[in-house]
């Protein structure tokens, strides 16, 4: 039976954890992903070409389809009318989205959404709807850019995009566009248009897309660095093993699960030098990495379930005070609480980074429990760990290492469509892949 990480997030939740999320990598980017978002709404809504939740997919797609910009140097580029060379972003996109989120049927269309409809039109081995997605997200990227961006009215908008009529935009999408009256900036459109969110919210995202949403967010986390690709699912992988060896009930492991599947977000916003720096962190970098604690409550922005609020955010406490970011003691921490602060420190123990290897059994032992004499972890816990470390280690690596093979396939086949410069052999390339088998990745 697959595990339910969490069932107490409805849409509305998940968008607004999704958006504060990528707000600490890059706000112009969510900025600009909300608004073509609700542009997309907007051409679509009341236009009867694709069902509910279609639309309310195409809307989520559209809030992410600049995601490969969080990997590439394309931002500023992005973000002017015409656009050029921007295949760096498109490629890494189409393989994130492909391989670590719900829409992966949909991720042809991000390779494509800076292609000229003169050229789409002609690839027939895409089938209409990617290129009817690829031209929407395009057309509505556009938009916002020519109004949010360059501050150009609706009028003059709309007379660019019939310019390119036939050419950039396909025929019938630059007439359904045509149709907008925005009179405000987009965003004020937004904040003001009660259909938009009372329809996001009214087709509710099923358990496993949520859960899904959530760890395409934490891919984005781990993926930043190769020294930090499987952390979460790791540490979420210990903290399994170890609610099953305390023979927790289902209800409480789910818990432990969610918590410790969402303990790291706020490591997004910590500068990628700090998080592979070779060595002993100066204090005020120390500082510096300490905020992702408060930086993950923020983007839980209050949807959290309060129990695995409280599992992911305790990760770093000490029984004895002397941890962060609140000091909490002994008495304040649950068991929940302290075995995911270990499975955490045994994940760090056991990864690798710039400055050193994965350390041996007999060393990581050794400093769990001196960890334990000192009076800063739960000395139960500890003991039941080192008596089971060798499976809680091997069960460990069984999940990890699909997912590293995953992520290496995509760095490859990004280095490999990133050369490609002709929509033909971009297509031919993308239409050869094979999906790889990513289960079983968490618990």
């Not at 009179?183 to 995202?205: C, G, K, M, N, V």
């Not at 859960?211 to 979420?236: C, E, G, N, P, Q």
């Not at 270990?342 to 990864?351: H, P, R, V």
């Not at 760095?411 to 050369?419: G, M, V």
Request: charged share 25%; aromatic share 8%.
């Amino acid at each position: 039976m697959r595990m339910q990480y969490t069932n107490t997030l409805n849409n509305k939740s998940i968008i607004g954890i999704m958006r504060r999320f990528c707000s600490n990598i890059e706000p112009r980017l969510t900025e600009h992903g909300s608004r073509v978002a609700y542009i997309v709404f907007r051409m679509l809504h009341k236009a009867e070409l694709c069902s509910a939740i279609e639309l309310r997919d195409l809307c989520l797609l559209a809030h992410i389809h600049d995601i490969g910009a969080y990997k590439t140097e394309e931002i500023s580029r992005m973000l002017q009318f015409e656009t050029h060379n921007v295949w760096g972003h498109c490629s890494y996109g189409y393989l994130f989205i492909r391989y670590f989120s719900p829409l992966k049927k949909l991720a042809p269309a991000i390779l494509f959404h800076h292609t000229a409809w003169n050229l789409l039109k002609e690839q027939e081995e895409l089938t209409p709807s990617i290129r009817n997605v690829a031209q929407i997200i395009h057309i509505a990227d556009r938009i916002d850019v020519s109004m949010s961006v360059e501050g150009k009215s609706w009028k003059d908008t709309r007379r660019s995009l019939i310019k390119g009529r036939g050419t950039a935009y396909a025929p019938h999408l630059v007439d359904l566009a045509a149709r907008l009256n925005l009179t405000q900036a987009i965003e004020e459109e937004q904040r003001t248009d009660p259909d938009y969110f009372d329809f996001l919210t009214s087709i509710p995202l099923s358990t496993e897309d949520t859960t899904d949403y959530l760890k395409m967010l934490v891919f984005l986390i781990d993926f930043r660095s190769s020294y930090t690709a499987t952390h979460t699912i790791t540490t979420t992988s210990i903290s399994h093993e170890l609610a099953l060896l305390l023979d927790l009930p289902e209800p409480q492991i789910n818990q432990i699960l969610c918590g410790s599947l969402l303990h790291d977000l706020g490591k997004i916003a910590i500068p990628i030098e700090i998080l592979e720096f070779p060595g002993k962190l100066s204090s005020q970098a120390m500082s510096i990495m300490m905020t992702h604690v408060d930086l993950t409550e923020e983007i839980f922005g209050g949807a959290i379930d309060e129990t695995i609020q409280r599992i992911s955010l305790r990760h770093h406490e000490k029984l004895d005070g002397s941890g962060y970011p609140r000091g909490l003691t002994a008495k304040d921490l649950t068991v929940a609480e302290r075995l995911v602060a270990i499975a955490d420190i045994i994940s760090a123990l056991t990864g690798k980074r710039s400055y050193k290897d994965s350390f041996p059994k007999d060393k990581i032992i050794a400093i769990l429990t001196n960890m334990k004499n000192a009076g800063l972890l739960d000395s139960s816990i500890i003991d039941l760990t080192v008596k089971n470390l060798d499976m809680i280690l091997e069960a460990t690596a069984d999940r990890c290492k699909p997912i590293l093979n995953v992520y290496s396939r995509l760095n490859n086949e990004y280095e490999s469509l990133h050369q490609l410069h002709n929509i033909e052999e971009k297509l031919h390339f993308i239409l050869s892949l094979e999906d790889p088998e990513l289960e079983p990745v968490w618990p």
